[in-house]
C-alpha cells in the first residue's frame, strides 16, 4: 500500500496538535503522561515534535484524558490559524 504524501496544512496541523500538548503538559514528565495514556514515551515525544502529524484519533483522545483537555479546545487550538500580517 503507497502512502499520500501529507499536504503542507496537514504538516503544520500535526505541529500544532504538537504544541498544544507539549503546552498542556507543562512540567509533567513525558514519562508520566505517555504512560497515563496508555502509549509510549517515543511515541508521544514524536506527536509533539510534529513526528507523528496525523496520530490515531484514539491516540489523541487518550493524551488528551491524561492531560486534562477537552477535546473541543483541543481542536480549536489545532485548527485555529493565524491570521497572516498585512
Known amino acids: ?24 503538559r507543562a512540567d ?22 510534529g513526528r507523528i502529524p496525523t496520530p490515531a484519533f484514539f491516540t489523541v483522545v487518550a493524551v488528551a484524558d491524561a492531560l486534562g483537555l ?3 479546545g483541543l481542536l480549536s487550538d489545532v485548527m485555529s490559524v493565524a491570521a497572516p500580517v498585512a
Open 70 to 72: 477537552d477535546l473541543d
Open 1 to 24: 500500500m503507497v502512502r499520500v504524501p501529507l499536504t503542507t496544512s496537514e504538516r503544520e496541523r500535526g505541529e500544532r496538535l504538537g504544541e498544544a500538548l507539549r503546552r498542556a
Open 28 to 49: 509533567r514528565s513525558i514519562v508520566d503522561v505517555a504512560t497515563a495514556a496508555g502509549i509510549s514515551p517515543e511515541t508521544l515525544r514524536k506527536i509533539e515534535r
